[in-house]
């Protein structure tokens, strides 16, 4: 079984395709739905959007689950004993018997992370099952979702032993409409988290960080009524209009009276959806709209409604832009002061389950002690309340995708994969102000297969959102009589060149050349520093500057500004990277005892020396009001 079909047959990708014609002749006002998969009006496989603000029940907490080390659980031929998914109690017949049973399992809390709930988990990559019971009054009338905010990395989904539904991708949200498979009394829920990974999944099983497996992110039972706002899209365009893009879900949705209100500035947008079930509705901005910045994240409570159904958000409203080589928010210029951070929590060990607090905790000291202004969430979306917390706490975000370092570039499937992959991704959070940049790659190679990939990728993305900048994360940078040349050809496809370097660390240039650097950035475009660091082992101290020691990381980050400094037209940087985070490919037991130990922070958040040098930097430019010299 080599790639999940989200329960589409071939026919329906037929009907599919002669759709994708039809709605792109349509209707212009719904082009930011143009790429979208949908089965026809109302039905679509991306999931419905912001979940905690709608009626629905929160299945968070003690899941019990079984460890499939050999993926029997998967009905092979007629053998039930270990059909796993049917969750029975009671064997067959008399003479049968059963190899599972869940109510004798052990319980996991979820969200979370195997690797962390389980000790003999650590490191375990494979399958393992989880089941949760929901009692049910009286089936309701409505329609009813069942949401997952990620679950890594392929998820097989059954309701009374019924498959809804497969999903693959660890890192975005996804539903299953359940109203037919939920009965009155007892439901069982069962789902099977594959944490494997291979050549044409993104990312492969190569990576620098830990694959943390299970259901990593909250799952939600959604009732919503039969026509109901499916997703939407709030954004400022050309300079004084706001827009919204309103898409219904379920039965009825041609026609119907959509409202988009602001009651805090007496905003009102009124329209009709097309026969597709957008509703495109704008106006001039609204007198008096505060716009969102870093230094003042206003944000609006915002409310959407169609007969029967309304959901709320609170949202930041600005206007993002380049002009040369600056980046501009609300048309004026910023410099990202700017720290990258994984979606591990503090502690150890660590956990991949971020709730409000865990995510506040990191965000705060970038922002509060750190003096960051701008956060590289890597290498993948990161959980929906760590976006929601940027918007609220003011911190500008890089959201990306997981095309990491080699993957299948030529694979037809592994780029369908990606475009759906950053389809949930956008469609989730283009809402979110703080987020800036799509992403769409890290340290990939220059080939030609890569770049017809990308290009593709962008296009989808820019289709889904013309009004954010395009990204990604180059290495390899070329040097031309002692200048880093930035001309690799996919730099001509984005809007924002980055580039990931480690001069001092890897390689064999010493420290003090490092300031002697010198960076050319052919495009003109705005120029960032994506990634810079070095390890230290939190409390190794050498005035010998030997690496791991706190005094090298200090040394580095001393001669790594300093050549920062000196860069023409860079608009940003987002060094590598806040905490210390679990790696497989970190092995030395001393210094790293697989941790990647480039944190300016321990896994406790102990701060290293080097995160002061970094921090005084910071504080004195943003006391030049943001501006590097
Ligand atoms: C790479 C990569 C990171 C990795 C880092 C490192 O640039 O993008 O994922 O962790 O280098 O080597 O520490």
Same mark, same amino acid.
């Given at each position: 079984m080599k790639k999940l079909q989200i329960g589409l047959q071939n026919h329906t990708r037929a009907i599919?395709?002669?759709?994708?014609?039809?709605?792109?002749?349509?209707?212009?006002?719904?082009?930011?739905?143009?790429?979208?998969?949908?089965?026809?009006?109302?039905?679509?496989?991306?999931?419905?959007? %912001?979940?905690?603000?709608?009626?629905?029940?929160?299945?968070?907490?003690?899941?019990?689950?079984?460890?499939?080390?050999?993926?029997?659980?998967?009905?092979?031929?007629?053998?039930?004993?270990?059909?796993?998914?049917?969750? *029975?109690?009671?064997?067959?017949?008399? &003479?049968?018997?059963?190899?599972? %049973?869940? #109510?004798?399992?052990?319980?996991?809390?979820?969200?979370?992370?195997?690797?962390?709930?389980?000790?003999?988990?650590?490191?375990? #990559?494979?399958?393992?099952?989880?089941?949760?019971?929901?009692?049910?009054?009286?089936?309701?009338?409505?329609?009813?979702?069942?949401?997952?905010?990620?679950?890594?990395?392929?998820?097989? @989904?059954? *309701? %009374?032993?019924?498959?809804?539904?497969?999903?693959?991708?660890?890192? &975005?949200?996804?539903?299953?409409? @359940?109203?037919?498979?939920?009965?009155?009394?007892?439901?069982?829920?069962?789902?099977?988290?594959?944490?494997?990974?291979?050549?044409?999944?993104?990312?492969?099983?190569?990576? #620098?960080?830990? %694959?943390?497996?299970?259901?990593?992110?909250?799952?939600?039972?959604?009732?919503?009524?039969?026509?109901?706002?499916?997703?939407?899209?709030?954004?400022?365009?050309?300079?004084?209009?706001?827009?919204?893009?309103?898409?219904?879900?379920?039965?009825? @949705?041609?026609?119907?009276?959509?409202?988009?209100?602001?009651?805090?500035?007496?905003?009102?947008?009124?329209?009709?959806? #097309?026969e597709t079930g957008v509703a495109a509705l704008e106006a001039d901005i609204p007198s008096g709209l505060k716009r969102w910045s870093p230094d003042s994240p206003h944000l609006y409570d915002v409310s959407l409604s169609v007969a029967g159904d309304e959901v709320s958000d609170r949202i930041g409203f600005r206007t993002i832009a380049v002009n040369g080589s600056a980046i501009l928010i609300n048309d004026k210029p910023v410099f990202l002061r700017g720290i990258s951070l994984h979606e591990e929590t503090l502690g150890d060990p660590p956990s991949r389950a971020f709730d409000e607090d865990s995510a506040r905790a990191l965000l705060s000291i970038a922002k509060n002690d750190l003096n960051a202004n701008f956060v590289r969430l890597a290498h993948y979306p990161h959980a929906e309340v760590m976006t929601k917390l940027a918007d609220e706490m003011g911190l500008l975000v890089w959201s990306e995708i997981p095309v990491y370092w080699d993957i299948d570039f030529e694979n037809p499937e592994t780029l369908a994969l990606t475009k759906r992959m950053q389809r949930e991704n956008i469609i989730r959070d283009r809402n979110r102000a703080s987020i800036i940049f799509w992403s769409v790659a890290n340290e990939t190679p220059q080939t030609d297969e890569r770049l017809a990939f990308l290009d593709k990728v962008i296009n989808d993305a820019r289709k889904l959102d013309g009004t954010r900048l395009m990204t990604a994360a180059l290495h390899n940078i070329r040097s031309k009589g002692g200048v880093s040349v930035v001309d690799d050809p996919l730099a001509e496809l984005i809007d924002v060149v980055a580039v990931n370097t480690y001069r001092g660390w890897y390689g064999n240039s010493p420290l003090k050349k490092v300031p002697d650097s010198e960076w050319s950035n052919p495009s003109g475009k705005p120029f960032l520093f994506s990634e810079f660091g070095a390890g230290a082992k939190y409390g190794f101290r050498d005035p010998g500057l030997e690496k791991f020691s706190e005094d090298f990381q200090v040394e580095y980050y001393r001669v790594t500004l300093a050549m920062v400094k000196k860069v023409p037209g860079l608009s940003g940087l987002s060094p590598w990277i806040l905490k210390d985070f679990h790696s497989p490919r970190r092995m030395h037991a001393n210094y790293q005892d697989y941790w990647n130990r480039k944190g300016l922070i321990s896994p406790k958040g102990d701060k290293k020396a080097a995160f002061f040098v970094l921090r005084d930097w910071y504080t004195e430019l943003d006391s030049q009001g943001g501006k590097k010299n």
């Open positions: 599919l395709r002669i759709c994708g014609v039809l709605l792109a002749v349509c209707a212009v006002s719904s082009a930011v739905y143009a790429e979208t998969e949908s089965a026809g009006p109302g039905i679509y496989s991306t999931a419905l959007i %912001n979940v905690t603000a709608r009626d629905a029940i929160d299945l968070s907490g003690p899941w019990h689950y079984i460890v499939d080390p050999q993926k029997i659980g998967i009905l092979r031929g007629d053998r039930r004993r270990t059909a796993v998914f049917e969750d *029975v109690s009671e064997p067959d017949g008399p &003479t049968d018997f059963l190899e599972y %049973n869940f #109510d004798f399992a052990p319980v996991m809390a979820i969200p979370g992370d195997w690797n962390g709930r389980d000790s003999t988990l650590t490191w375990f #990559d494979g399958l393992v099952w989880f089941r949760r019971v929901v009692e049910l009054e009286e089936p309701q009338s409505q329609r009813r979702f069942l949401h997952f905010g990620a679950a890594n990395y392929k998820a097989l @989904v059954y *309701v %009374n032993g019924k498959k809804v539904g497969e999903h693959e991708g660890g890192f &975005t949200p996804f539903a299953f409409d @359940v109203t037919r498979q939920l009965k009155k009394g007892r439901n069982s829920i069962v789902v099977g988290v594959d944490s494997t990974h291979d050549n044409d999944s993104l990312p492969t099983p190569i990576t #620098d960080w830990k %694959n943390y497996g299970g259901l990593t992110r909250p799952v939600h039972l959604v009732s919503v009524p039969d026509t109901y706002v499916h997703d939407y899209f709030l954004r400022l365009e050309s300079g004084n209009r706001l827009m919204a893009s309103v898409r219904l879900g379920g039965q009825k @949705v041609a026609n119907q009276e959509v409202l988009v209100e602001i009651p805090k500035l007496d905003f009102t947008l009124r329209g009709t959806s #097309d």
